[in-house]
């Protein structure tokens, strides 16, 4: 159970900015960055509450994230909107994290019951024609080169208005932050709009945080997350004490309002680099990588890659054969055939003369790791290389019909919106 702090400093209490009853009657924010939101505006208003939730909203239309598109959101206390399901955790764990489908505001322990409100947290989807040639305008001023063309067709607001942290009594129930994330699509591309107007806390009371000030080891998160703990995107001053900078935050390479990060969120990114892999394929560096698991002929097993649009898995560099190295410890076992991958080098054509599947031939001054016996026991019967787990990852030479595993490399795909 929570632990809380009751202190009634009187005089504490009057050094901060404002009263607890002030904040609570504080109006929308002005600022340049902000969309408008709260009274007056179709907002809804979620229920005082913490590690909350909005409950499932429904929406008009499918928000595309991350090469997937959602029919609905969740708008969560603790600073995020979420997709698949609600996020109640407070744990600012470093991106990537698996099973969390999130765009983090500020993702923290906050808490907005105190005293009855402790902060307001307001959102709504809209097409409103107002705010779609706002947005339309945001994103074309932004990105006049690749996105010049764009045209909103809807938006999703959610503002967390004055919102205190957990744990915080006394003077520090009035450290507030006020921050937005605004959804954009055109039904293809998306794009998030992170707007800051106030930050006064980094992180709440939980995971080692100070219940008088705010601070401590583990500040909140603001980024994109995709949820399968490979792709992501930390805004640069995330996890860090900048974050009390964030209002008054440019981006250098992007055109806009102080205080606003731009991020598109319908292609799968790695930090600021979007890519994309084939079902039942992982990435590996730029490139997408696929274990066949079931032993094959060198032939049938180029075959095979070849069918699903993909060449064997060629060593170029000692980082690639650790790494492959490295998938032997993970999956090969049992029989002694199984005991090694096919690497996609062999000498069939010309005795001795060894070419990468991809026709470029191995030069004298090319990566190599053959064992110490293998190229003298290249006797004509033997034109195929593979990397043994027997031998710590050097690389010997087989009958092209012996049974080997092997892995499948593809370039990793970005998809395009038309």
Known sequence: MRQFILTTCLLASLAVRQTSAEVNRSPPVSNAAFYPYGPGTADILDSPADDSSS???????????????????????NGDI?????????????????DNKLIAGYFTDIKTSYDGRSGYI??????????????????????????G???????????WHEVAFFGSSGASRNLRNTFQLVLITDGCKSFCLFNYDRIDFLQGSTNGGDSETGT????????????????????????????????????????????????????KIIGDTPQGCPPSYEFYGDKCVKLQEHPLDYAAAISKCEAEGARLFNIRSQADNEWLTDQLHLFVSGK???????????????????????????CPTSYTNWAGDALASNDGTRNCVYISRGYNGKWSIKGCDDKKKSICVTDAEIPTCP
């Not at 055939?337 to 031939?361: C, S």
Request: hydrophobic residues 35%.
């Open 55 to 77: 409950g499932e909203q429904s929406l008009s239309i499918a928000f595309p994230f991350f090469e997937e598109t959602y029919n609905s959101l969740w708008v969560n206390t």
């Open 82 to 98: 979420s997709f698949g399901g609600s996020v109640t955790g407070f744990t600012p764990i470093p991106f990537p994290v698996e």
């Open 122 to 147: 307001y959102h709504r989807e809209t097409t409103d024609a107002t705010v779609l040639s706002r947005a339309t305008t945001d994103i074309q001023t932004a990105f006049p080169a690749e996105h």
């Open 149 to 159: 063309s764009f045209v909103a067709i809807w938006a999703y607001i959610a503002t």
């Open 216 to 267: 401590g080891p583990n500040p909140a998160q603001v980024g994109v997350n995709g949820g399968d703990g490979i792709h992501y995107t930390p805004h640069p001053y995330s996890t860090s004490t900048d974050l009390y900078n964030l209002p008054t935050w440019t981006d250098p390479a992007v055109p806009g309002p102080p205080g606003r990060w731009y991020r598109r969120v319908d292609r």
């Open 336 to 362: 002694l055939y199984q005991r090694g991958f096919w690497i996609g080098l062999t000498d069939e054509d010309t005795e001795g003369t060894f070419v990468w599947e991809d026709g470029t031939t191995l």
